[in-house]
């Protein structure tokens, strides 16, 4: 079965420190990957996809960044963190019916407090 | 970026009620999904709907894909306290996946 791994669960950074979140996804080959972020009590904004290695779509201009460096994984970074980076990270892969692709799955979330 | 409209933003029922919550799009979706989400975690699959006019059921869940394939609705029927969290519809085009802003349900025992 597919299982998607997603850390730290959280965590807190000063302001201009530099960030790497980590998603990885088991079970599974050639998913579409999705980085969504989560402002306290509101909708999921999505910020960056990928198809495959090394492709990465940008959604909305921003102070992050997103790799693809395998099939597998994909990492959420940050040169300087600013305080409005806070929020909660969501980690999805797409999958289901074969190649379909049609249903997403989450990680548990990072919770980044920028302080 | 593109986001749903998700009705209502919040609701407040008593335990037995029947919940019943909508998204609209301008834009055409293949796909309609509902999640549920508790505090803290991330989003967890409920109903997934793939054809226009399709009507799905997963146990008290009900969910609807509209026909204009620009909306979708979920109702829960007779509402149980674990049915407490933010609920969120999702559309998928060829290749991305947004949500509408999530309806907040919380139930009055």
Redesign the interface.
């Known amino acids: 079965s597919q299982t998607i791994h997603q850390w730290p669960a959280t965590l807190v950074q000063p302001v201009g420190s530099p960030l790497s979140l980590e998603c990885t996804v088991e079970g599974t080959s050639n998913p579409n990957l999705y980085w969504y972020r989560q402002a306290a009590g509101r909708g999921l904004q999505l910020l960056f996809y990928s198809v495959g290695i090394g492709q990465i779509s940008s959604e909305v201009p921003q102070n992050l960044s997103a790799s693809r460096p395998q099939d597998r994984q994909f990492i959420l970074s940050s040169k300087k963190l600013l305080l409005s980076d806070s929020g909660f990270y969501l980690c999805a892969w797409m999958g289901g019916r074969g190649r379909e692709y049609t249903e997403a799955f989450f990680g548990q979330g990072t919770r980044l407090t920028v302080v | ?1 593109q ?1 749903l409209n ?1 009705s209502p933003q919040s609701m407040f029922i008593q335990e037995g009620e029947d919940v019943s919550m909508n998204c609209t799009s301008s834009s055409i979706f ?2 309609w ?1 509902w ?1 549920k989400q508790d505090p ?6 409920l109903i ?1 709907l ?1 054809k226009a006019g399709e009507l799905t059921s997963n146990g008290r869940l009900t969910a609807q894909f509209g026909i204009t394939r620009k909306d979708s609705f979920l109702n829960i029927s007779a509402s149980i306290p674990s049915d407490v969290g933010i609920y ?1 519809c ?1 559309g ?1 085009g060829a ?8 309806t ?1 349900l919380t139930i009055n025992p």
Request: glycine letters at 18%; proline letters at 4%.
């Open positions: 970026g986001q998700q293949n796909t999904l999640y803290g975690e991330g989003p967890v699959l997934a793939y969120f999702a998928k290749q991305k996946l947004v949500f509408g802003q999530g907040r």
